[in-house]
């Protein structure tokens, strides 16, 4: 019974990865409904990582190819895209979620395959929840497959959630 007692008041941290594809909104929303507990103190944290802004070097060897102002651009589009796909995330939150659940957003820059399994380990997550693309081995060869990554190299358990067809 004390061993009950125990688990139950246990919090525990739920990380799901988002990101522009309807795959991970699934995941989330597949989280939700089969994995959240009123019963246990769940927080779900959801994770945004922002890719890498690309380096581009010009032909004369003057190392800049954009102008101050371009880059400005790039950046506020980027912090945009992270923060409708974070608003969309919280308002499935809401949405799909029985009772409320604790919420914690985190924004992270680099590649989503390392961000994310840096991220897992350092919060030490109960749980990593991933969409999949489900590509096949082709396009998985050449794009790479961030769940494959992130499967074989967290320390927590993964659940890669597909979105049927």
């Known amino acids: 019974m004390a061993d009950?007692?125990?688990?139950?008041?246990?919090?525990?941290?739920i990380?799901?990865?988002v990101d522009e594809g309807e795959e991970s909104m699934y995941a989330l929303s597949w989280c939700l409904k089969n994995i959240i507990s009123q019963s246990l103190k769940d927080t779900l944290i959801l994770l945004y990582a922002k890719p890498p802004r690309a380096v581009y070097?010009?032909?004369?060897?003057?190392?800049?190819?954009?102008?101050?102002?371009?880059?400005?651009t790039m950046?506020?589009?980027?912090?945009?895209?992270?923060a409708s796909v974070i608003?969309?995330?919280?308002?499935?939150?809401?949405?799909?979620?029985?009772?409320?659940?604790k919420v914690e957003v985190k924004i992270e820059s680099g590649?989503?395959?390392?961000v994310i399994c840096q991220f897992a380990d350092e919060i030490k997550a109960d749980v990593l929840v991933l969409g999949t693309h489900g590509y096949g081995l082709i396009k998985r060869a050449f794009l790479g497959s961030v769940s494959t990554?992130?499967?074989?190299?967290?320390?927590?358990?993964?659940?890669?959630?597909?979105?049927?067809?």
């Open 111 to 114: 590649d989503p395959r390392d």
């Open 75 to 82: 950046d506020k589009y980027s912090n945009d895209v992270a």
């Open 87 to 101: 608003d969309k995330a919280k308002r499935i939150c809401k949405e799909k979620a029985d009772h409320e659940v």
């Open 57 to 72: 070097s010009s032909l004369d060897g003057s190392g800049y190819l954009f102008s101050a102002d371009i880059m400005v």
């Open 15 to 17: 990380l799901v990865a």
């Open 4 to 13: 009950e007692d125990q688990v139950a008041a246990k919090d525990r941290k």
């Open 149 to 165: 990554h992130c499967a074989q190299n967290v320390k927590c358990p993964v659940l890669i959630v597909k979105k049927p067809k």
